[in-house]
């Protein structure tokens, strides 16, 4: 229910509003992307950053792909974090005290000996994200069918334990009341979570480091058919989240428990399937890292095992340190999305295609686009890391003053 949770923190019209837009956008850099690498003749993001702006252009390429693809194996490390000690108790009666239903044990434990394991059988061929990709999108079709069944199955106001009240994004709503007005849709709310609502969504469309590989393995690639691929995945995503938030949020309306699922086995179950297909959903980001460092740094370099090795290393203890320390997934997609997200999304294919499709002048009508998708980004950056940081500050002040 993470969707229905940010449509909870911020004006209920204004998400479906946001949501349309960073589609909408999502699909209009795609079409930047597309068309520069068509005119600098290179399908590799890296490669159009350095074409562009020498070696700035390729760093702030692979370390903005890097940082996306971190934050989105978090987001796979904190379902396991979170999830799976519920699921392991299910089985065995465990209490809570048990080291093998400690969450952080079995971050590092998945890691070691699911993920590392798997990864020497990773493909050159990128043919696999097809059904990673079709994995997680059935899983969502499933969950988006029980969300809308239990809209009408699940009474409202719904009293819940304290302790039931835990949530992945460290926001606990106050206790269930009998009280209707918690029932009844707000389409006007403002807090301080409603700065993460921009940054989460850019973070959920970022497609945009797959998109040059599958376009130069497409069978007689062209421009418009890639786009029509493009548009059609954003399609289903934007259909997802739209549905999957309205319908969750209509179910609680402003009691959103993200761990409502415990209560139901229907919930519960994908749970468990959604915890299989993490494991093979986070190889695909973890190769994307290692093909970024790769370019980035041994650019010239033949393929080393040995170096492939120490690069998965690296990643999954960095990565495996950063779900352990931080206690909320809502700051990294905050922090990422305003950052890296909005780099891939906005500024990177607005500044590649101004600077590197000759043909049109700067006046055009294309350009002056791209000039204004590439302001509106570093508005999105600025403005939404400024919100961000200033959460954090006042909830630190607020935890010094307790």
Known sequence: LSTSHLQLKTFSCVYR???????????????????TADEAGALVYESLGYKAF??????????????????????????????????????????????????????????????????????TSLGYLGYTSGLSLLFMVFFLIVVIIKKFQIPCPLPLPDTGNETMF??????????????????????????????????AFVCHPTILPMYDELKDPSR?????????????????YLLAALFGYLTFNSKIYNKIYKQHITLFHYTRLMIQSVTKTMKSSSEQIRTSVGHLLFPR???????????????????NILVIL?????????????????????????????????????????????????????????????????????????????
């Open 17 to 35: 509003f946001l949501l349309v837009s960073v589609a909408i956008f999502s699909i209009y850099s795609v079409h930047l992307l597309l068309k």
């Open 54 to 123: 020498r070696i700035p252009g390729k760093l702030a390429a692979s370390c903005s792909i890097t940082m996306q693809n971190i934050g989105a194996m978090s987001s796979y490390l904190y379902i396991i974090k979170y999830e799976f000690p519920i699921v392991i108790q299910s089985f065995t009666g465990a209490n809570d005290g048990e080291w093998y239903v400690n969450g952080d044990y079995l971050v590092i434990l998945v890691s070691v000996i699911v993920i590392q394991n798997e990864w020497k059988s990773m493909l």
């Open 301 to 319: 370099k033949d393929f080393s095992w040995i170096r492939h090795a120490i690069i998965t290393l690296t990643l999954l203890t960095g990565t």
């Open 224 to 240: 418009r058919k890639m786009q029509n691929v493009a548009n059609v995945s954003f399609l289903a995503m934007f259909i997802m």
């Open 170 to 203: 460290s926001s606990t709503p106050d206790n269930a009341t009998t009280d209707d007005d918690t029932c009844k849709p707000k389409y006007f709310v403002f807090n301080s979570q409603t700065a993460y609502a921009i940054p989460i969504l850019t973070f």
């Open 326 to 402: 931080v206690p909320s997934i809502r700051d990294i997609f905050g922090f990422i999305g305003a950052s890296a997200a909005a780099m891939l999304i906005f500024i990177l294919p607005s500044a590649l295609y101004i600077k590197l499709v000759k043909k049109e002048s700067l006046i055009s009508v294309h350009k002056i686009m791209a000039m204004m998708f590439l302001i509106l980004g570093f508005v999105v950056m600025f403005g939404c890391m400024t919100l961000i940081i200033y959460d954090w500050i006042m909830n630190a002040m607020k935890d010094k003053g307790h």
